[in-house]
């Protein structure tokens, strides 16, 4: 099995148009198999007219293909804190997601400057 309950991941979907959404995903894993995982966690969408990820405030359950070539998962750290995961502008002016304790990572989304 790739993932295991209680993994936290961080899933961005791979746009397939131009005009589509931007959504990623933040939560932790519930069971999984080789092909699917369930997850529960928050939606992210981006606000394009604020150019900014907002988090959907309810905690959704999803299924995740893990075959599908459209999710890019990122496997979080144990002690990240998913309730309080959100994205911010770093002071080079690169998109991060954060749980404003111990975890940081860039999201190469937009590159610098955007």
């Known amino acids: 099995m790739i993932l295991s309950p209680g993994e936290k991941i961080h ?3 791979r746009r397939g148009f131009d005009g589509d959404l931007r959504r990623h995903f933040v939560g932790e894993v519930i069971q999984a198999n080789d ?3 369930r997850v529960e966690g928050y939606a ?3 606000d394009s007219a604020l150019n900014q990820f907002v988090k959907r405030p309810d905690k959704r359950t999803r299924l995740i293909g893990l ?4 999710n890019i998962i990122n496997i979080l750290p144990s002690e990240v804190d998913v309730d309080a ?3 911010r502008m ?3 002016r690169i998109l991060t997601v954060t749980d404003n304790k111990t975890f ?3 999201i190469n989304e937009f590159g610098a400057g955007r």
Do not use: N, R, T
Request: some cysteine; hydrophobic content about 55%; charged content about 20%.
């Open 90 to 92: 770093s002071e080079k």
């Open 67 to 70: 075959a599908d070539a459209g």
């Open 85 to 87: 995961v959100q994205y």
């Open 104 to 106: 940081c990572m860039e």
């Open 11 to 13: 899933l961005a979907i």
């Open 44 to 46: 992210f969408i981006l």
């Open 35 to 37: 092909s699917i995982a």
